[in-house]
C-alpha cells in the first residue's frame, strides 16, 4: 500500500509541478503581454505629447505672426501720415519760396520799369532787407574760395 500512496503522491507532485510550471508559463506571457501594451501606451502617450507640443507652437507661431502683421501695418500707417505730413510741409515751404520769388521779380520789374522813382519808395527798401537776409543766409564754401586761380 505505501507503493500506491507513492505513486499516488509522486503523480500528484507531478501534476501539481506540471500545473505549476504551466501558471508560470502563462503568468510569464500575461507579464510580456502587459510589458507590450505598457509600451504601446507609453507610445501613444509620448505621439499625444508630441501633437500636442506641435499644436501649441504652431498656436505661438501664428499669434506671434499676427503680431509681427499688426505691427508692421501700424508702421506703415505712421510711415504714411509721416510722409503726407513732410509733403505737405514741403510743398508749403515750396508755395512759400515761390510767392516770394514771384515779389521779387515784379519788384525787380518795377525798380526796371519805374527807375528812381521805385528806388525811392518803400518796396525798395523792403527788398533791399529781403536781398540783404538772404545773402547773409547762404552758405559759404571755404575751401572753394580759397582755390588759387
Known amino acids: 500500500m505505501l507503493n500506491k500512496k507513492s505513486k499516488i503522491i509522486n503523480l500528484y507532485n507531478y501534476f501539481s509541478y506540471q500545473k ?20 504601446i501606451e507609453k507610445a501613444k502617450k509620448f505621439e499625444k505629447e508630441i501633437e500636442n507640443l506641435k ?9 506671434l505672426e499676427q503680431r509681427i502683421q499688426s505691427h508692421y501695418n501700424k508702421f506703415k500707417k505712421e510711415r ?17 519760396l515761390e510767392n516770394k520769388q514771384k515779389n521779387e521779380i515784379k519788384l525787380l520789374e518795377k525798380i ?8 525811392k519808395g518803400k518796396n525798395f527798401i523792403n ?13 559759404t564754401n571755404k575751401s572753394f574760395s580759397s582755390k588759387k586761380i
Not at 22 to 32: D, G, P, T, W
Not at 127 to 139: D, E, G, I, R, V
Request: proline residues 1%; positive net charge; without cysteine.
Open 55 to 63: 499644436n501649441k507652437q504652431l498656436l505661438e507661431t501664428k499669434a
Open 20 to 39: 505549476a510550471h504551466l501558471a508560470q508559463i502563462e503568468v510569464s506571457n500575461i507579464e510580456s503581454r502587459d510589458k507590450e501594451n505598457f509600451e
Open 80 to 96: 504714411a501720415i509721416e510722409v503726407e505730413s513732410l509733403l505737405l510741409k514741403y510743398k508749403n515751404r515750396f508755395r512759400e
Open 112 to 119: 526796371v520799369k519805374e527807375g528812381d522813382k521805385a528806388v
Open 127 to 139: 527788398y533791399n532787407k529781403t536781398l540783404n537776409k538772404n545773402l547773409s543766409n547762404k552758405p
